[in-house]
């Protein structure tokens, strides 16, 4: 015999909450809790803050697949991607948290204190952060769990007749109100170091020993420019929003294996004697060809001055290097101490002070290694320590320990699968070797009867080892389909291998190509 469920099921449906109403009182008790721990993070230290410390969190404990995974699929837009992911994250979980509430809270509060213990974990992993930075995913979780309780309270009977649907929608908007309220709040007082002014404040850098001008032919028509604009020199960081660091406020401080700890402000480095060297800079993740490379004009003090005075011990052969965002860097002691290298603890960059996403107050410079090991922007903390004893940041991601730069070249016009007339065409690209030099560069363009021979390319004139070097060939083109490829050599004899590789762990190789048609 079938038995009539219509009455329970109707009864069922009368003890449940609506799905809509039961999603948004888990929804507003999420904003209402970041809002809390957003205001708390405004006095004790932005990274506090519940969201972003959970992105900082992700982004550090992802497995390194995933990592490169992410910068091969989206570039300089991986920070974007990852908010938006654990975003999307964070909303389903709490959905869920609304959808388990329908009858009780309790499921939800269970599900709203996992994630305050997320966004506790998230903030004590956090090197950066002193003792009070919990005190924001605890405003964050307490805040949230009274909400949830509060509003799923008030979400009852229910049918609901107006009144009680208003009292429901008032509360729900009271608290989405009050969270918008707080986290402004935090955020103003988060941004309360004016970096614009304090750059202001440090006035014109003059170095006592300037860079050299440029040469006419520093750079060829089709090239990158020899010198990068600030606004267009390439950045990647781990930092998901910028430090802001008042150059007041900033110490460096040099210790561990070491004669004598030292401790340097922004204006006993800005009042030394300041040199302006230009630098080209790389980031080991640079596919081949690509663009992660810029030069730049740097003005700072010689990092080697600076040990020196500290006293360097003997066995350190790392020098562990700390941003005030907690990013890491080890960098070879051999490099830093050489003379003819020229590694700098820079304060200003093509004649101006520092810019914020570039590192200001400082930042380190040091010629011939990849930024992973040598260009810690915002750096606060210098210790002396060996390769045995601790690792950088991106060494246990899969990224060798080094990071000597290697030998590389670009074309940079005309570009992949463009369109060129028949007759002579120009060729044009980059090529660097920072420390070593660019000896020579060769391109070959495939016939269409198989690889042609290779042509050895003009030169622009030398500025410096530390910087790359233009190059251009005219070749004639016959109509149809053309591989091009570039290989460059350096003062020591090496030449490219066609070997690819990708960059991890230790940077791409591979001889750059492009396919163009002739019409």
């Known amino acids: 015999m079938q038995l009539d469920t219509r009455p329970v099921a109707a009864a069922d449906l009368a003890s449940r909450l609506p799905r809509g109403r039961a999603v948004a009182v888990a929804f507003v008790s999420l904003v209402a809790a970041l809002g809390a721990g957003h205001l708390v993070a405004g006095f004790v230290g932005p990274e506090a803050s519940p969201f972003l410390a959970v992105g900082n969190w992700v982004r550090d404990n ?289 004649g101006e002070p520092l810019p914020q996403e570039h590192g200001f107050p400082a930042r380190m410079v040091v010629p011939g290694l990849y930024g992973y090991v040598s260009a810690t922007k915002w750096v606060a903390d210098m210790e002396l320590t060996t390769f045995a004893g601790k690792q950088g940041y991106w060494i246990p991601r899969g990224w060798s320990a080094r990071g000597p730069i290697k030998t590389q070249s670009r074309i940079d016009t005309p570009r992949d699968g463009f369109l060129l007339g028949r007759g002579p065409n120009t060729i044009a690209g980059t090529a660097w070797a920072q420390t070593i030099g660019i000896r020579g560069v060769a391109v070959r363009v495939d016939s269409g009867d198989g690889p042609g021979e290779w042509q050895p390319a003009e030169l622009s004139t030398e500025v410096d080892l530390n910087t790359w070097r233009m190059w251009r060939v005219t070749v004639d083109l016959r109509p149809g389909e053309h591989t091009i490829q570039v290989r460059a050599t350096d003062n020591r004899g090496h030449t490219q291998t066609d070997a690819e590789a990708p960059p991890a762990p230790d940077g791409a190789t591979g001889w750059h190509t492009v396919h163009v048609t002739v019409d």
């Open 62 to 350: 992802s497995p390194h697949a995933v990592v490169e995974w992410a910068k091969d699929t989206f570039g300089t837009a991986d920070k974007t991607v990852l908010f938006i992911g654990v975003t999307v994250v964070v909303l389903a979980v709490t959905a869920a948290a609304g959808l388990l509430s329908r009858t009780r809270p309790t499921p939800g509060l269970v599900v709203a204190a996992v994630q305050g213990v997320v966004g506790f974990v998230a903030v004590l992993t956090r090197p950066d952060l002193g003792q009070l930075g919990i005190a924001a995913p605890a405003a964050s979780m307490v805040v949230g769990l009274v909400v949830f309780n509060w509003l799923h309270n008030r979400a009852w009977p229910v049918e609901q007749d107006r009144d009680s649907r208003r009292r429901f929608l008032r509360a729900g908007a009271g608290a989405v109100l009050g969270a918008g309220a707080a986290a402004t709040i935090g955020q103003l007082t988060g941004n309360r170091v004016d970096v614009e002014a304090s750059r202001a404040a440090v006035g014109d850098l003059t170095p006592a020993s300037p860079a050299p001008k440029l040469p006419p032919n520093a750079d060829f028509p089709g090239t990158a420019r020899f010198i990068t604009d600030n606004r267009e020199f390439y950045r990647i960081d781990t930092a998901l929003t910028l430090p802001r660091v008042d150059a007041r406020d900033w110490r460096l401080r040099i210790h561990g294996l070491v004669d004598r700890t030292v401790e340097f402000t922004f204006a006993d480095i800005r009042d030394r004697r300041l040199i302006e060297r230009p630098v080209t800079l790389a980031c080991v993740s640079n596919e081949v060809g690509g663009g992660l490379i810029s030069t730049a004009n740097w003005i700072g003090v010689p990092l080697r001055d600076l040990l020196l005075e500290a006293g360097v011990r003997q066995g350190a052969d790392q020098l562990f290097s700390t941003s005030v965002d907690g990013f890491t860097a080890g960098t070879p002691v051999d490099a830093l101490m050489d003379p003819d290298r020229g590694a700098m603890l820079a304060i200003g960059m093509n």
